[in-house]
């Protein structure tokens, strides 16, 4: 029988984990099925715990049950702390141990495939939800010259950055004007609503990547504006979606897949 994993979300019928992991698995030669499981919106902490009584060894974790599972794990790892939410479980026999894995994701599609230098670098982060906290740790962890937190409602920017030791500064978005960065993160999610974060002009530096946290919508209004303003590079994040993905199974098999060529066929499929 091979050992089984699911991602658990509402709705999860979209989801692109279980082909991501499927070709980890066949790369990798591990002996494993992943599969999609819907769980009623009520119904998370059942829904996993029937899974792990069945025989299930690991959940990845989507939305809305990011919050929910970093509850219920009885073990949490650093990034889940810093991050307040979990995206990856793993069965060990009776204990539950909960991950985040999306900082490191978005930390490795940054450095290793766009060739980013975070460290050094001045970095800005759109948003102060979910999104936005889970990157803050691993991001902060590459050392940039500056880390900005910028949101429209301040209060909420504020109590983020206050939660993070590592000077951390948060400001509105008029408050951004004449100030310049290398990289700019959207972690809104203004782009599923197809908007734009007001960001004043002129705040990317010469040379500066903009990235999208969302994948799957083409050019997002958020990236437009950043190649009209002259981003020399700009990337939405199915780079990130595949990275965590890898840092997950790595978790859970002590193998770490080859991710380009993952990558490459999604785009593929997505082109
Ligand atoms: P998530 O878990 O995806 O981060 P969230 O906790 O609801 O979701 O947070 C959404 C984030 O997107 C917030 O920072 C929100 O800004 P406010 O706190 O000011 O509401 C931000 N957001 C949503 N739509 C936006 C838009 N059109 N422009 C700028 N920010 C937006």
């Known amino acids: 029988m091979p050992d089984r994993y699911a991602v658990i979300g509402n709705p999860v019928a979209h989801s692109k984990s279980p082909q991501i992991h499927a070709e980890f698995a066949r790369q990798t030669g591990q002996d494993l099925v992943y599969e999609r499981l819907l769980a009623p919106a009520d119904a998370f902490i059942a829904t996993a715990n029937a899974y792990h009584a069945g025989g299930g060894r690991g959940l990845n974790v989507t939305l809305p049950f990011k919050g929910e599972a970093y509850g219920y794990a009885g073990r949490l790892s650093e990034s889940a702390h810093a991050a307040q939410a979990v995206n990856t479980l793993k069965f060990e026999g009776d204990a539950i141990v909960g991950d985040n894995t999306d900082g ?94 007001p960001l004043p002009p002129g705040v990317f530096a010469r040379g500066a990547l903009a990235y999208d946290m969302m994948y799957g919508m083409g050019e997002t209004p958020f990236l437009a504006f950043a190649r009209a303003e002259g981003a020399a590079t700009c990337a939405d994040g199915l780079g990130m979606l595949v990275e965590q993905a890898a840092e997950s199974f790595f978790i859970w098999r002590g193998v770490r897949p080859d991710t380009a060529p993952v990558l490459k066929l999604l785009r593929h499929a997505t082109a």
């Open 104 to 197: 490191a994701g978005l930390v490795r599609d940054l450095v290793r495939n766009l060739g980013c230098a975070v460290a050094g670098a001045r970095v800005l982060l759109l948003g102060a939800g979910g999104a936005a906290r889970g990157v803050i740790r691993p991001l902060l962890e590459q050392q940039p010259t500056q880390l900005v937190i910028a949101n429209r409602t301040l209060a909420k920017a504020q109590l983020l950055a206050q939660s993070f030791s590592g000077g951390l500064e948060a400001d509105t978005y008029a408050a951004l004007a004449g100030r310049q960065f290398d990289l700019v993160v959207n972690a809104t999610s203004a782009s599923l609503a197809g908007e734009l974060p």
